[in-house]
T-cell receptor
Framework: SQTIHQWPATLVQPVGSPLSLECTVEGTSNPNLYWYRQAAGRGLQLLFYSVGIGQISSEVPQNLSASRPQDRQFILSSKKLLLSDSGFYLC????????FGSGTRLTVV | DQQVKQNSPSLSVQEGRISILNCDYTNSMFDYFLWYKKYPAEGPTFLISISSIKDKNEDGRFTVFLNKSAKHLSLHIVPSQPGDSAVYFCAASGKNSGGSNYKLTFGKGTLLTVNP
């Protein structure tokens, strides 16, 4: 079975600072990988998905970017964080029955 | 445009009773539906799914019903237990032009509270 490692669990960053969230996957090869965000009182919004190394699709225009430098590594980044980037970020693997990581709570202050 | 809708943000039931969580969708191309359960500060975990070729799928206390003509699905939990208290997300996927299900579209979730 797949395991998603996501870190850090919580993060407090000032406005304008950079961001890098990392996600690694165990137990599978060439997975579809996803970044979701759950803002306060909202559902799960798909931000990016990747079907392979270097292949990134963005679902919504935003202040964030994603990269997939290795088959089982997916990175979410920002050059300058905004207050509106605060939320709970989830990495997921697989499609029909996605497996989720434990999430990162990002608070931009 | 919200393609998967969970119109009840919260639901409260007594322990031992039935919990019914509802979900509506608008995209007729969706052919696979899932329910996820999420506790605070944790990632969602898969609960149960149903393919569009079926109208019912059962797994222990959990049953998902699909009404394709109404574009509606529901999750029944019987009997409800306090440990079932969580946010439940409905999700759907459909095949892209390449014939594969490549992403899930989630509803906003329903917070279920089961009272002892």
């Amino acid at each position: 079975s797949q395991t998603i490692h996501q870190w850090p669990a919580t993060l407090v960053q000032p406005v304008g600072s950079p961001l890098s969230l990392e996600c690694t996957v165990e137990g599978t090869s060439n997975p579809n990988l996803y970044w979701y965000r759950q803002a306060a009182g909202r559902g799960l919004q798909l931000l990016f998905y990747s079907v392979g190394i270097g292949q990134i699709s963005s679902e919504v225009p935003q202040n964030l970017s994603a990269s997939r430098p290795q088959d089982r590594q997916f990175i979410l980044s920002s050059k300058k964080l905004l207050l509106s980037d605060s939320g709970f970020y989830l990495c997921a693997s697989g499609t029909s029955r996605s497996t989720f990581g434990s999430g990162t709570r990002l608070t931009v202050v | 445009d919200q393609q998967v809708k969970q119109n009840s943000p919260s639901l409260s039931v007594q322990e031992g009773r039935i919990s019914i969580l509802n979900c509506d969708y608008t995209n007729s191309m969706f052919d696979y539906f899932l329910w996820y359960k999420k506790y605070p500060a944790e990632g969602p975990t898969f609960l149960i799914s149903i393919s569009s070729i079926k109208d019912k799928n059962e797994d222990g206390r959990f049953t998902v019903f699909l009404n394709k003509s109404a574009k509606h699905l529901s999750l029944h939990i019987v009997p409800s237990q306090p440990g079932d208290s969580a946010v439940y997300f409905c999700a759907a996927s459909g095949k892209n032009s390449g014939g594969s299900n490549y992403k899930l579209t989630f509803g906003k979730g329903t917070l279920l509270t089961v009272n002892p």
